[in-house]
């Protein structure tokens, strides 16, 4: 199912997700890409977790949040201790007869 969502604006936000997760991670970590549809909530999830320390939760651009509000999303900064820090982004799906894909997840090697 498509994710109900403005192009221009989610690349500006994933731009930003990425962006903060390669600056939160140190030389020789990974950044972890998430994404899982939640067939009862109707939501395509998105999460972005960082290889840093995870004392403090990512930051959430005002532009980033407004943008996807603008497209009835949400964007979660959370941390985890000892693992690092995460944002979500959740966007509402489009409504199909199709059953969802699967799960997807994929590892990235920051390079400076």
Request: aromatic letters at 2%.
């Amino acid at each position: 199912r498509p994710a109900l969502a403005d192009v221009r604006l989610l690349g500006r936000i994933l731009d930003h997700m990425i962006a903060d997760a390669v600056a939160a991670t140190p030389p020789g970590g990974r950044v972890d890409v998430f994404l899982a549809m939640e067939e009862e909530d109707r939501h395509v999830r998105l999460e972005i977790q960082d290889g840093g320390d995870g004392t403090t939760a990512p930051t959430v651009d005002p532009y980033c949040r407004t943008a996807a509000a603008a497209m009835g999303a949400t964007l979660i900064p959370t941390c985890h201790p000892g693992r690092g820090g995460q944002i979500t982004l959740v966007l509402p799906v489009a409504a199909s007869s199709h059953p969802s894909e699967p799960t997807a997840a994929r590892s990235l090697t920051p390079t400076r």
